[in-house]
Nanobody, 124 residues
Framework: QVQLVESGGGLVQAGDSLRLSCAAS????????MGWFRQAPGKEREFVAG????????ASADSVKGRFTISRDNAKNTVYLQMNSLKPEDTAVYYC?????????????????WGQGTQVTVSS
């Protein structure tokens, strides 16, 4: 198993940037495909971005493509989400997730471990 802790959320205004971090512990980080999801009030948790075990491949939701970048540093057991050009619609709790599978999945049910979430609020 792996434990995940997100950090870096906060209150910003539209157009600003934030970098979220997810620190992993418990098992070798590099064996997991990692993903970021977000959940706004009253909405389902949705896929934001994912990254392969070695960091070679990434995937992102259309809503954030070109603005958000996922990356990982396996030596630091950390995955990041760089968020640029933030919009009020990006306001949500952002969750880090890990899966033991091989490929990057966009499905919530394919991820085995979740962090506690970090709040991102973007004002207009």
């Amino acid at each position: 198993q792996v434990q995940l802790v997100e950090s870096g959320g906060g209150l910003v205004q539209a157009g600003d940037s934030l970098r979220l971090s997810c620190a992993a512990s418990g098992r070798t980080f590099s064996v997991y495909v990692m993903g970021w999801f977000r959940q706004a009030p009253g909405k389902e948790r949705e896929f934001v971005a994912g990254i392969s075990r070695g960091g070679i491949s990434t995937a992102s939701a259309d809503s954030v493509k070109g603005r958000f970048t996922i990356s990982r540093d396996n030596a630091k057991n950390t995955v990041y989400l760089q968020m640029n050009s933030l919009k009020p619609e990006d306001t949500a709790v952002y969750y880090c997730a890990a899966r033991g599978g091989t490929y990057i999945s966009r499905g919530r049910d394919d991820y085995d471990y979740w962090g506690q979430g970090t709040q991102v609020t973007v004002s207009s």
